[in-house]
Structures are given as structure tokens and as C-alpha cells.
């Protein structure tokens, strides 16, 4: 079984040196691996909590796409996407809102630093503080629930967060008496998740001590690393690598042999000045060929929007039945067990023009039936059915379920529909993803309109 594994990128800075290797090269090496199921994506709702700033965070969402794409992210095998394009995840943060303790929102660490603020500076302890703020760590556990992620990738000041969604999805499948949820665990990168800024501190954007990633091109990259603050020793006396940010951030980009021989060159006496030229021109290894690839994207943000389009695509046909059936277990069905008229597509009396069902009996005298398009291409093969009145109920229920409810599963060249946790359809095999996607929104438009009729 491949093991989800999820996380959001928060859309309001440049992404640095620290992104790149604590977050974004270890997520798109895990992209990459046969038992991962990765979902990515660009956490915008997030973003309005710390910015009213639009331009600020629509260039932030550009230029964070184009760096993980940049970086190596296939679309094609993770789900990429971007938060507010799943209206499914607001949704389902108000259904956790609802059972969460406000008590454990009173100890979420970010709500209480600012309320600590306030007390300090003698204010009211709420002044300036946004509901947003407080409401932080439920719309993150809705995020993550809405997929089942088994794995939540994030920095050390996210734990909390990770706990509080656990703790959310236990609450809804107790209330609800059936595992609704997966619960999440976090996953820090132990060895990359502190990187030295100019300063020797955590490289941190609110520490203003960050090397960009490709901000400023080149010559960015080659003034900032030159102001890497160091001790005062000379050329020709021995340096400690140990005690060295410069050191640090080498070992992250460089093998085990580069790192060794750079070691014994600052024991050497190597000048501070030299070293600095060594880091950059090893970062500069790195970071050109994936630069370039940022340049095109960012002169592309139409090519981008497609892309994030995709990835909600593929995002949805999981959110949007699982939201189906919390609604359905929240009482929030309607009583038609149809779509809404609005997204009901105006029916003509010609037959001709419906999706149509055609039932026959396989080598095996099992029956199973196809779903056709109204335009005569093939949806859908049923599962083989020994007795004809249960091949006779799923095309039923079929029927009346509408694209928003169908069950789908994704498999890696089409989509298979359950019921009750059953299976009891799939799509043909396609060509490849990209074709796969593309079926998905003639199938629920099918769907739609079958139920759509009577
Ligand atoms: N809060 C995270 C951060 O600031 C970003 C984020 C939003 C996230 N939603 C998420 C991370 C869901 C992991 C899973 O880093």
C-alpha cells in the first residue's frame, strides 16, 4: 500500500536556501519514491491569516509553484494543487470547528504567543487578534483529514498542529462511530530541519538572515553568501568547521567526499573569503539548472494555472465524496439524493442525447453492463454480477447518484466507482494520467445528467 503523504506550503514569502532543503528537496525526493501518494500544495486560505496584502500573496503563490516545479515536482505523478481551489477543505473545517474544544484552540502555540504579547505589552489580551489566527490549526486538520494523509512533512513549530488534527479526526469518528478519518502523523527531517542563516541562526524569514533561492539570480545568491557572518580568524589559521555556518550549509548541498575535503581545507587555514567562494560555486552546481526552469515558469503563469487546475481535479475526486459522505453522516443530506438543480444541466426531450446503459452476460454468464457517454464513448464497465437484480440495483443507484457523490477511487490510468466500500465499476484504461484526468469531468458530467432525469 503507498503511504499519503501530505503537506502545505504557506503562500506569503520567497522561498530560501532553508525552504529549498528543509522542505521542498526532501518532499520532491519523497514524490519520486514507488510507495509514496504525495499531495503538495500551495496553503493560500493560510496565507490571508498573516497577509491582507492580494499582490503580495498572488506573486508569492507564482513564485512557490514555479520553485517546486523548478525543483523537480512531477504534477503528473503528485497532486499538486492549491488550497483554495477545494472548496471541499472550508467545508470541512467548519464541520471540525464544531466539535472542537476551544480549550485546545486557548493552547495552540501561535494564538497563545500573541496573547502572550498583548499581556506583556499590558493590552487586552485578544487586541489584534483575528479569529483567523485562532481557527489556525482547524482549517490546517481539515487540510490534511479531507485526503487521509497517513504523513504530515512539516518544521518542528507544526507538531502541535499535527497532534490537534489527530485529535480532531478521533473526536469526529468517535461522535460518528466509524473511522471516517485516517490519523495523520508528523514527519520532521531530522537532519536538514535547522539550517544556519547569515547570522548562525535558524535561517528564518522573521530573522531577516535568509540566502534566497533564486531571487536576485546569481549574483543575489554570491553577495548574500558573502555576508555569512564568521569569526575573525585569519587565512593560514585553522578554522572549526564544527563551529561554522558556512560549514553547515555546504554539507547540506555537498556528497560525503566534498564535505571531507572542505572540512580538512578550513583545518587547513583556509581564508573565510575562499571558503565563501567554494559554498557558492557549490550552490551554484545546484541551483543553476533548476534557476532556469524557474525563469520559464515564472514567464509562464499560464502554463502554472494549468497545472494547479489538474491538480484540483485530482484533488477533488478524493475530497469531494469524501465530504459526500460526512454530510450524508452529519444529517446533512439532502432528502433528494441528488445534486442541486443548479449544477443539474438542462435536459432535452431526445433520448439520443442521454448517456445510456447497455447490460449483457460475459464468458463466465456473470451479468455486468456498460455506461456509455450521450456522444456513445465508453464510461464506465461495471463488476461482473452473478445475480442479475444486483447488476440490475448498482445501475440503479448509479442512476440517481450524481458526478459530486460517486466514490472514486484513482488508480494510475483510470478511476474505479465503490459503493458501501464495495467496488462495482471502473473506467476503461487510458493512455496515461494526463488522459485519465481529463475523463473524470465527462464521467460526473454523465453522472449528473442520468440523475438529472425523471
Ligand atoms: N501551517 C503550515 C506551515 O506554516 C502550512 C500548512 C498549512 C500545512 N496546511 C498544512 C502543513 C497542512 C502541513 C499540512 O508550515
Known amino acids: 500500500m503507498q503511504t499519503r503523504v501530505l503537506t502545505g506550503i504557506t503562500t506569503t514569502g520567497t522561498p530560501h536556501l532553508g525552504n529549498y532543503l528543509g522542505a521542498i528537496r526532501p518532499a520532491v525526493e519523497a514524490s519520486r519514491r514507488d510507495d509514496v501518494d504525495a499531495f503538495y500544495f500551495m496553503a ?10 492580494a499582490a503580495r500573496i498572488e506573486r508569492s503563490r507564482l513564485e512557490i509553484a514555479a520553485t517546486w516545479l523548478a525543483a523537480g515536482l512531477d504534477p503528473q505523478r503528485v497532486t499538486f494543487y492549491r488550497q483554495s481551489d477545494i472548496p471541499e477543505i472550508p467545508e470541512l473545517t467548519w464541520f471540525l470547528t464544531c466539535i472542537a474544544a476551544k480549550g485546545m484552540l486557548n493552547r495552540a502555540h501561535a494564538y497563545k504567543a500573541a496573547v502572550d504579547k498583548n499581556t506583556e505589552a499590558g493590552d487586552d489580551t485578544d487586541a489584534g487578534i483575528t479569529a483567523g489566527l485562532y481557527m489556525y490549526p482547524v482549517l490546517m486538520a481539515a487540510d490534511i483529514l479531507a485526503f487521509d494523509a497517513h504523513k504530515v512533512p512539516v518544521g518542528r513549530d507544526q507538531i502541535q498542529h499535527i497532534e490537534m488534527a489527530r485529535d480532531l479526526a478521533q473526536r469526529f469518528n468517535h461522535i460518528h462511530g466509524h473511522d471516517f478519518f485516517v490519523l495523520p502523523e508528523a514527519v520532521i527531517e ?46 593560514g589559521e585553522p578554522k572549526d568547521p564544527d563551529t561554522s555556518s558556512l560549514f553547515t550549509i555546504f554539507r547540506a548541498f555537498a556528497s560525503e567526499t566534498e564535505t571531507a575535503a572542505f572540512h580538512a581545507a578550513l583545518l587547513d587555514g583556509l581564508g573565510w573569503g ?37 491538480g484540483a481535479l485530482k484533488a477533488r ?21 441528488k445534486p442541486d438543480s443548479a449544477s443539474r444541466p438542462k435536459q432535452t426531450a431526445k433520448q439520443d442525447k442521454l448517456p445510456r446503459f447497455a447490460s449483457f452476460r460475459d464468458a463466465d454468464g456473470n451479468f455486468r453492463f456498460r455506461l456509455f457517454s450521450a456522444e456513445g464513448e465508453e464510461l464506465l464497465l461495471s463488476a461482473s454480477f452473478t445475480d442479475p ?6 445501475q440503479k443507484r448509479l ?20 459503493m458501501d466500500g464495495e467496488h462495482v465499476a471502473s473506467t476503461p484504461d487510458y493512455r496515461d494520467e494526463q488522459a485519465r484526468d481529463a475523463a473524470l469531468a465527462p464521467l460526473r458530467h454523465a453522472l449528473d445528467q442520468l440523475a438529472a432525469q425523471d
Open 389 to 394: 437484480k444486483a447488476a440490475g440495483i448498482v
Open 190 to 235: 531530522e537532519q536538514v530541519a535547522t539550517l544556519p542563516g547569515l547570522d548562525g541562526r535558524k535561517m528564518s524569514k522573521s530573522y531577516d538572515n535568509t540566502i534566497p533561492l533564486f531571487a536576485g539570480g546569481k549574483k543575489q545568491l554570491r553577495d548574500t553568501i558573502m555576508r555569512i557572518v564568521t569569526d575573525s580568524r585569519l587565512p
Open 399 to 418: 442512476k440517481m447518484l450524481g458526478g459530486a457523490d460517486a466514490v472514486m477511487q484513482i488508480r494510475p490510468r483510470g478511476f474505479a466507482i465503490e
Open 274 to 310: 575562499d571558503a565563501k567562494q567554494v559554498l557558492y560555486e557549490r550552490i551554484e552546481t545546484d541551483v543553476a539548472p533548476m534557476r532556469e526552469r524557474y525563469e520559464a515558469h515564472m514567464a509562464d503563469p499560464a502554463g502554472i494555472e494549468v497545472i494547479l487546475q489538474q
Open 44 to 53: 493560500d486560505y493560510h496565507a490571508l491569516i498573516k497577509s491582507d496584502d
Open 317 to 337: 475526486a478524493i475530497a469531494t465524496p469524501k465530504i459526500a459522505a460526512l454530510r450524508e453522516a452529519l444529517g446533512l443530506r439532502s432528502s433528494s439524493a
